[in-house]
């Protein structure tokens, strides 16, 4: 820890102590809007530090190992709270939990990376390379793909709409196959980019970076489950909708690792790395998250499908040529993201009615 700045360790040291008060009231039984509070200052707070360990990381990989990194512990709280979700019953949350976490990603956070990156650009556009872009909106149209399929043959009552569990499962190990068969060249080839690149040394030493960097991660799954176990008692209270809950607040709070993440990035003016910190977060949570909580939920009573409400669908395939739309190309301007954040706050408007 002596690497780090004394400003930097006592960043560090507010944040452990914002979670261990969010367990403390958490265990201890406190009121739930406190718990709530704390809890998601908590989340704050460990997004930040891991936004900062990702940085440092990335100063010795390619943005694309440093995005799946970062990613995968950024999802966790996603991961946790849907199998507890599910282990409770509570199908709803769950899907609206996983699809929260899609709408959040590919609209709200990466919306605000493109208004800041753009901000820090040289000219009127945010660029960075166009690869991940598009190897991201193809994995999600493949999901969006399977969900608007799994919909139209519900809607139609067909007699393939009796078999919605089956036909998840095997859609389910289809895009895990894919993911995968992206995954693995993608990293190889970030690697060897990285290998040929001329990197600037890194200010913290690399066994500091990755153990903050797994410590925040692992700590925002856990607080996210007394975030959630703290949410249901306060959306009570408050009278919002179950949908605004799952879509929005849980997504948000889930989320936050890639939203600070992400910001900060775009606003250091690292385009590769913060479109690379959303973009992976989005992909795994379409081709990689969801098959898998389908496949996990097999071991419960109550199973998780590709079977959505309909606006639900619509929303998903209009995200997905939206994220295409924009991202695409490698370059967006601050209107377009502005974009996203709009179709996000519209859709978040009709959870509150739902």
């Known amino acids: 820890m002596n690497a780090l700045s004394r400003s930097e360790r006592i960043a560090v040291g507010v944040v452990a102590l914002l979670t261990l008060l969010a367990g403390i009231a958490h265990y201890a039984g406190w009121a739930s809007i406190p718990a ?50 599910l282990h409770a019953g509570e199908v709803v949350v769950a899907q609206t939990s996983i699809i929260g976490s899609l709408f959040a990603n590919a609209l709200l956070v990466l919306g605000l990376v493109v208004v800041v990156g753009a901000r820090q650009a040289d000219g009127p556009c945010m660029r960075f390379r166009p690869r991940l872009p598009q190897d991201t909106a193809t994995l999600l149209l493949v999901t969006v793909f399977i969900i608007v399929v799994v919909g139209q043959s519900l809607s139609s009552h067909d007699p393939a709409s009796h078999h919605v569990q089956a036909i998840s499962t095997i859609a389910a190990i ?27 040394a890194a200010r913290v030493p690399l066994a500091i970076s990755v153990g903050l960097l797994a410590l925040g991660g692992a700590g925002a799954a856990f607080v996210s489950d007394w975030f959630v176990a703290a949410l249901r008692p306060t959306i009570d209270q408050l009278g919002v909708s179950e949908a605004f809950a799952g879509i929005v607040i849980v997504a948000i709070a889930g989320n936050a690792v890639e939203n600070v ?21 989005v992909a795994q949570v379409a081709a990689f998250l969801f098959p898998a909580l389908v496949l996990i939920s097999l071991l419960f009573s109550h199973h998780l499908t590709f079977a959505l409400e309909p606006v639900y669908t619509g929303a998903l395939l209009v995200t997905a040529l939206a994220v295409w739309q924009i991202t695409g190309d490698g370059e967006a301007a601050a209107f377009e993201g502005w974009a996203l954040v709009a179709i996000y706050v519209v859709l978040a408007t009709v959870t509150i009615y739902e």
């Open 36 to 85: 709530f509070v704390l809890a998601a200052l908590a989340l704050a707070g460990l997004a930040h530090v891991v936004s900062f360990s990702t940085e440092q990381v990335g100063e010795r990989f390619g943005p694309g190992v440093t995005g799946v990194l970062q990613s995968t512990l950024g999802n966790l709280p996603e991961l946790f709270v849907v199998i507890f979700a």
């Open 174 to 200: 289809a895009l895990l196959i894919v993911y995968l068969a992206w995954l693995i060249p993608y990293l190889r080839r970030d690697a060897a980019e990285a290998r040929d690149a001329e990197r600037p």
């Open 261 to 281: 993440a992400g910001l900060v990035l775009a606003h250091k003016g690292q385009s590769d790395l913060a479109i690379s910190v959303v973009k992976n977060s």
